[in-house]
């Protein structure tokens, strides 16, 4: 898969990433929060657009 060098990604498991280089393979992504309130950190937040390979 060609990866788009403007969406970086180190999750192998997903069924997007590039596998030859560390990017997502989508032309964009969405990102969703993981707790109800606002998110304050990055452990607060999720890429949405994961599939399981």
Known sequence: MKGNRSIGCSVTECRFHAKSEPLCSLENIQVA???PD???????????????E
């Open 38 to 52: 606002t998110a304050t950190s990055e452990r607060d937040t999720e890429c949405a657009t994961f599939e399981k």
């Open 33 to 35: 929060k993981k707790v």
